[in-house]
């Protein structure tokens, strides 16, 4: 890569929209000369304001997806460096630490897409699972690509068991690490509760080969003692009991506890887990369900949870984080390729033109097919003020195919050693 967005933009930067897109359909209206009103005349069969919005947003999507394959998006990152020293919890993706200082300046923070491999000390680390590391935790029902998780529900109950529980847990939009959300359970019973996944005890995944569990949460109570218990099906249990503490390696009770409300990684090794040597061969024995108890009421998040090989990855924040809970972070070499979006956050003005352009091709290529299907006109004078004929409609749509390009040469878009050079 040889263009930094950062250095070659100098047009101002635009927030994306709450949709994630580029553009908004004010933006399309005003580069088309066109209106609500209008189109919706023109597209007849009394469509209404939302039918031209929701027509508008698939055209503004549409034309994005287009624009980032123009220019390559998103770009890949490989085997980039970086080192765990003693004490560190996680590390931040990005060139700051190549020890060759071969990339320009990039910054992945809050715009990773995809962590396609983890090296460690040169040696290729298991893809986590689930694959993107935070599946199992953006909501209560789970809504995944892998089809062995997807559609399960998490759980919860008191402790003791009474009927009814009143713990609760709930997807929180607000307050995550990974993802776009996080799963806030509240806990309410003077005994504590839990939550379970998944609610039909059917998760049948294997834990062997991965070595270690791990996931990011806080607690408004850190003096509260949690228990990790996982089952196969005939109810046979390991468990391992911890805190949501500062630099929570060992996991040894009570040690260095966090301040109320602060996100920490927990991690925990399978092997050492209290009944896992000489009880049940959880190589060939399919986890069933997992439970994580707390003994006394509390509000507690967890976010970012899974199994892993000794480092796991937190997106779209980019971070590498450490897993290995049986000793402190050392000097350990990491190389990860990954991907990541310059413009997930905000665009250059440009850009955001581009992609209203580009998606007021799509809608005049639209308005054109109903006007050409069209067998006759209205020829009032009221009818031919908001329903412009077909060679208007033509040259406003070559006008912004020429347009489109320009915008985004802005930012070096097929440019000399720009983005999309050819050659």
Request: hydrophobic residues 35%; glycine residues 6%; contains cysteine.
């Amino acid at each position: 890569m040889t263009v930094s967005p950062k250095d070659k933009q100098s047009n101002q930067m635009i927030s994306a929209t709450a949709l994630g897109y580029w553009s908004t359909e004010d933006q399309v209206y005003q580069v088309t000369g066109m209106s609500s009103t209008v189109v919706q005349k023109m597209m007849g069969n009394n469509k209404t304001a939302g039918d031209v919005t929701a027509l508008i947003q698939s055209y503004i999507k549409t034309s994005d997806q287009r624009i980032r394959h123009m220019m390559g998006l998103p770009y890949t990152i490989r085997k980039e460096y970086h080192v765990f020293h003693f004490n560190e919890q996680f590390r931040q993706m990005g060139p700051y630490e190549d020890e060759y200082e071969f990339f320009d300046y990039y910054d992945p923070t809050d715009r990773v897409e995809k962590v396609f491999a983890i090296y460690s000390n040169k040696k290729r680390l298991k893809y986590p699972f689930p694959k993107n590391c935070d599946d199992l935790t953006e909501d209560v029902t789970v809504s995944s690509t892998e089809s062995s998780i997807d559609g399960m529900e998490w759980d919860v109950d008191d402790l003791p068991h009474s009927g009814s529980p009143t713990t609760t847990v709930v997807k929180d939009e607000d307050d995550f690490m990974a993802g776009m959300s996080s799963l806030k359970c509240t806990v309410t019973a003077e005994h504590g509760g839990m939550v379970i996944f998944p609610k039909t005890h059917n998760l049948a995944k294997a834990q062997y080969p991965w070595d270690y569990l791990a996931f990011w949460m806080k607690v408004d109570d850190p003096t509260v003692k949690f228990t990790f218990r996982m089952y196969d099906v005939l109810g046979r249990t390991v468990s391992q009991e911890f805190y949501c503490g500062n630099n929570n390696f060992n996991m040894t009770l009570g040690f260095n506890p966090a301040l109320p409300d602060t996100w920490q990684i927990v991690a925990l090794k399978f092997m050492i887990m209290t009944g896992y040597a000489g009880g049940v061969n959880w190589v060939f024995v399919p986890v069933q369900y997992f439970t994580i108890e707390c003994d006394k009421p509390c509000v507690f998040h967890i976010d970012n949870l899974n199994w892993n090989d000794g480092i796991f990855f937190t997106a779209p924040k980019g971070y590498l984080c450490w897993a290995r809970s049986e000793i402190s972070p050392i000097a350990d070499e990491l190389e990860v390729t990954y991907s990541f979006d310059p413009f997930k956050q905000e665009v250059p003005e440009d850009i955001s033109l581009g992609s209203a352009k580009m998606a007021g091709i799509l809608l005049l290529e639209y308005l054109i097919g109903i006007r050409q299907r069209s067998t006759a006109f209205t020829q009032s004078s009221d009818a031919l003020s908001v329903s412009p004929d077909r060679e208007t409609l033509e040259f406003t749509k070559a006008r912004l195919e020429r347009e489109v390009e320009n915008f985004l040469a802005g930012i070096g878009f097929k440019t000399y050693s720009g983005i999309g050079a050819e050659g």
